[in-house]
């Protein structure tokens, strides 16, 4: 079986999804780099060992980043799975665990990476959103892409009901690229995209706006 540790910042809805589907992995530890995050007490509620390495207590994002590599190998994890880990991480760091470390971003990417998504998303006009799970690499949020989910963009939606229907869809992904991982299913190709292994094709479209025909 597979061991993972998550690394969160905050309330931690995801990393929440993550221990609630029952997945047939290792949860060895969750670290915060806020001492403060709800998300710390939700592992401790599910018997999963939480800890906390303040970033504010390091000068520079290379010695958080030193700090927090020790930290996590003392609990050698086949996976680092980032849910809400508001910290860019430094490339050496990246390279250190290349292959093993997995982010989920609010877009679908590339489109809108960065901060902002659904604000931007509606003035964007799109007709389309969604989230994206993706190998992390030193550029950030241009990694190899593992599993995508697409929303509507509603009339009169807002930032904040848009971003509501993403997270539905981020709470169901998630969980998914970390049980394929487990099953040894994700193989990434040389051009760094993505291969599911003894994926089932389906020909379906998400269109919107929709018109019954």
């Given amino acids: 079986m597979k061991s993972i540790v998550i690394l969160i910042s905050g309330r931690g809805s995801n990393m929440q999804a993550i221990l609630e589907a029952r997945l047939p992995v290792k ?28 970033h504010r207590d390091h000068e520079t994002r290379e010695e958080f ?30 390279n250190d665990y290349n292959g093993r470390l997995i982010n ?8 809108f990476t960065g901060l902002n998504t659904h604000a931007r998303a509606l003035t964007e ?3 389309i959103h969604g989230c994206t799970v ?27 009901t848009l971003g509501a229907r993403v997270l539905e869809q981020e709470h169901k992904i998630y969980p998914q690229a970390i049980r394929w ?4 299913r994700l193989t990434v190709t040389p051009d760094c995209n993505v291969i599911l ?6 020909e379906t479209a998400l269109r919107s706006p929709w018109e019954p025909q």
């Fill in 134 to 160: 993706h190998f992390v690499t030193p550029n950030l949020d241009k990694g190899p892409i593992i599993i995508q989910a697409a929303v509507p963009v509603l009339p009169g939606d807002t930032e904040e």
């Fill in 197 to 202: 292994q003894n994926q089932q094709p389906v």
């Fill in 104 to 111: 989920i971003h609010p877009s679908l990417l590339p489109a």
């Fill in 125 to 127: 006009g799109v007709k």
């Fill in 65 to 94: 980043d030193t700090a927090l590599a020790a930290r996590i190998a003392g609990f050698n994890p086949d996976l680092v799975v980032l849910a809400g880990f508001m910290r860019i991480l430094t490339p050496n760091f990246v």
């Fill in 27 to 54: 949860i060895a530890a969750v670290i915060s780099s806020n001492p403060n995050a709800h998300g710390l007490e939700i592992a401790r509620q599910h018997g999963i060992p939480a800890h906390a390495l303040n």
């Fill in 181 to 184: 991982f487990a099953e040894d």
